[in-house]
Structures are given as structure tokens and as C-alpha cells.
């Protein structure tokens, strides 16, 4: 039986970082595009090693920044 480490830590899921498949799957782009806003900095991003990740709240600050109307 796999433990959920967020219950663990109490680790809500907007503390959670995301890795780069998951940013790219939440905004509905390629991988290689996810990639490209992490290292630019457009979506700022936290390095472990060669890992990359994306903390939730940062992912959403991203999206409601570039929301445009109209």
C-alpha cells in the first residue's frame, strides 16, 4: 500500500510542486514549451539537482497574470 506523503506532512495540494509534465498538462501545452517558461522564468521555477518543479501557487499566479479580456 503506497502512503500519501502530503497526509504525512500535512502537505495541502497547492503546496505541492509540479514537474514539468504536470505544468504542461495543466495548461494544455507541450512539454518542451513547459520547459521553455520554466527556464526563461516566466513560470518560476525551483531546481534539486537536475529536477525542476513548480511550486502550484506559482503556476497560478502565471495563469491569472496572463488572462486577457477581450
Known amino acids: ?3 500519501d506523503i502530503s497526509n504525512i506532512y500535512n502537505v495541502s495540494e497547492h503546496d505541492r510542486l509540479l514537474k514539468a509534465s504536470e505544468v ?10 513547459a520547459y ?9 521555477s525551483i531546481k534539486l539537482g537536475r529536477a525542476v518543479r513548480v511550486r502550484h501557487c506559482d503556476l ?3 495563469i491569472n497574470d ?3 479580456f477581450g
Open 1 to 3: 500500500m503506497e502512503t
Open 36 to 44: 521553455k517558461l520554466m527556464r526563461e522564468g516566466e513560470i518560476p
Open 60 to 62: 497560478k499566479t502565471f
Open 24 to 33: 504542461a498538462e495543466m495548461l494544455n501545452i507541450g512539454l518542451s514549451f
Open 66 to 68: 496572463n488572462v486577457r
